[in-house]
């Protein structure tokens, strides 16, 4: 007896055993990633979505876009500088990064370069003592509540330094400055470099890989912005207008930092890409880069359109806020980024997806094996995601209003990628209760459809038509723009 009881508990123990070992082995796996692959700073810096720069310096006080370098710094002089103004109207936008102009192609500096005294140091402000960039940074931190991160842009073109055209001693000169800015003012999640130099500017080679070598070494996490990357590539304009088709990967060696020959290569990057280098697209909220008391900010239909072809097309939107020559950003500014906050908050706060079913082609691992449409509607737009199974001719996916009486009303539609896994979507299309109204290329991390009416309708279908390896979707938004007028 003892004997048999003996022989079913080891029984029992054995299809116990099968069953621990073939339960993981029958969930399914994550489908392999499309390279190249984001980096963990490149992928935080593309949720990022809106970033802002601040021009900032002498031109500030000579209503110049483009300082000599032979400016007095004794024009300097911001009597009533607030860099937590500052901080507080982006926190306000919903800005998550500020990127101060420490250093123009003016050469003024605006920290206390012990390399130089066409700084601060010899200007009344603060009586020499003060530093633009550490009250800059302390600001960030402080009333930053967390959420925002600084960032320093150090020109390369130097119109006042005389080492300037002297290969060996500028390169060293802009090393030392930039140790100063990386080792002083704690942690910087963006710096800003460009090849831009007047045409009567000397001849003059720039140690970029050096440079860049530095930067890595000093502050792992930073990504770094140039014409050519590496982190962050430029949209090739400064209108903030990407291409409508917008590729994250582009292959750097065609790249050089100041070739305009490539402006739009840049723009759409390559879809045979073997790096990882987003764009950013930078444009000013007024007509200039620098405050200028004549000048108003862009309207608010303006800043929307760029968003659209900006953030609306797999990109970053670097919006430039000058501070005026009191030191404060504007009030006319302000009101218009507040306009602008709330604009983006009335469009994208609902989603009217939200309410409908959801029906797809087909999931990876079927019903339960967590890569099914209902991931599209959750808060994840990175790591979860639809999947349809491999071997398919067709994808789509399919949002439908549980009550066809009903409808829903919408003139914007919402789709993005979970980009840690890769780029993918070569080519889609939408159809509204079967009649198409969109073909579209690339998606990327957000790609937003303005239509050109306010369309009613029971039933929304998105295509993938072409696609590298199996199209992945993270999230689908119908929205209602009431600003946009076609």
Same mark, same amino acid.
């Given at each position: ?6 022989? =079913?508990?080891?029984?029992?123990f054995?299809?116990l ?18 390279? &190249?692959?984001p $980096? ?5 810096w ?12 002498v031109? $500030? ?10 400016e007095?710094?004794?024009?300097f002089?911001? =009597?009533?500088l607030d #860099? ?19 250093? *123009?192609? +003016?050469?003024f500096c605006?920290w206390?370069?012990?390399? #130089?005294d066409?700084?601060?140091?010899? /200007?009344?402000?603060?009586?020499? *003592? ?7 940074i302390?600001?960030v ?9 600084a ?8 119109? *006042? +330094?005389?080492?300037y055209?002297?290969?060996l ?24 470099? +460009? ?15 050096d440079?860049?070598a ?6 792992? /996490? ?10 962050v ?18 292959? /750097? $060696? ?12 840049l ?29 108003s ?5 303006q ?18 806020? &000058? ?16 306009e602008f906050?709330t ?6 706060? $609902? ?5 409908? #079913?959801?029906?797809?082609? /087909? ?16 808060n994840?737009h ?6 349809p ?12 209003v ?9 003139? =914007?539609?919402?789709?993005?990628e979970?980009?840690?896994l ?18 579209? #290329? ?7 459809h303005?239509?050109?009416k =306010? ?15 199996l ?7 119908l ?8």
């Amino acid at each position: 007896m003892a004997k048999f009881w003996y022989l =079913v508990c080891m029984i029992t123990f054995l299809e116990l055993s099968k069953l621990a070992i073939s339960r993981p082995e029958q969930v399914p796996t994550p489908p392999l990633p499309v390279l &190249p692959l984001p $980096t963990f700073s490149q992928l935080k810096w593309q949720q990022r979505e809106l970033i802002m720069f601040l021009h900032f310096g002498v031109n $500030t006080f000579t209503d110049s876009e483009l300082g000599t370098g032979k400016e007095n710094p004794s024009i300097f002089n911001p =009597v009533g500088l607030d #860099t937590k103004q500052w901080v507080t109207v982006a926190a306000e936008a919903g800005i998550s990064l500020m990127i101060l102009t420490a250093k *123009h192609h +003016d050469g003024f500096c605006l920290w206390p370069s012990k390399y #130089t005294d066409h700084s601060v140091i010899s /200007s009344p402000w603060r009586n020499g *003592h003060g530093d633009v960039v550490q009250e800059f940074i302390d600001a960030v931190k402080t009333h930053g509540g967390g959420g925002i991160d600084a960032g320093l842009y150090l020109s390369p073109w130097d119109r *006042h +330094d005389k080492r300037y055209g002297h290969d060996l001693q500028y390169n060293e000169y802009y090393l030392a400055q930039l140790q100063e800015l990386l080792t002083k003012y704690g942690s910087v999640k963006e710096i800003w470099f +460009d090849g831009f130099k007047g045409k009567e500017a000397r001849n003059m080679s720039y140690y970029f890989s050096d440079w860049f070598a530095m930067v890595r070494e000093l502050q792992s /996490s930073i990504n770094i912005f140039s014409d050519a990357g590496p982190d962050v590539r430029w949209v090739g304009n400064e209108k903030g207008s990407a291409g409508n088709t917008s590729w994250s990967t582009i292959n /750097s $060696t065609l790249l050089s930092i100041g070739n305009l020959s490539v402006l739009d290569y840049l723009n759409t990057g390559d879809p045979k890409g073997t790096n990882w280098l987003p764009a950013e697209c930078d444009v000013s909220i007024r007509e200039g880069w620098f405050w200028h008391k004549s000048q108003s900010p862009k309207m608010l239909s303006q800043l929307l359109d760029i968003y659209y072809k900006s953030v609306g097309r797999n990109c970053v939107m670097l919006l430039n806020v &000058p501070p005026n020559s009191t030191g404060l950003i504007s009030e006319s500014d302000i009101h218009r980024l507040k306009e602008f906050r709330t604009a983006i908050d009335t469009i994208f706060s $609902t989603n009217l997806a939200e309410k409908c #079913t959801v029906k797809v082609s /087909s999931r990876r691992g079927g019903k339960g094996g967590g890569f099914g449409p209902e991931n599209v509607l959750d808060n994840d737009h990175v790591w979860t995601y639809w999947s349809p199974k491999e071997n398919k001719n067709e994808h789509w996916i399919e949002i439908k209003v549980p009550n066809a009486e009903e409808g829903m009303k919408f003139n =914007v539609v919402r789709i993005q990628e979970p980009i840690g896994l890769g780029q993918r979507i070569i080519k889609h299309e939408i159809y509204v209760d079967g009649k198409k109204v969109v073909q579209g #290329t690339t998606v990327g991390y957000k790609r937003l459809h303005r239509l050109e009416k =306010v369309l009613h309708c029971r039933a929304v279908r998105i295509i993938v038509k072409e696609s590298k390896g199996l199209p992945l979707i993270s999230s689908i938004g119908l929205h209602l723009d009431p600003y946009w007028k076609p």
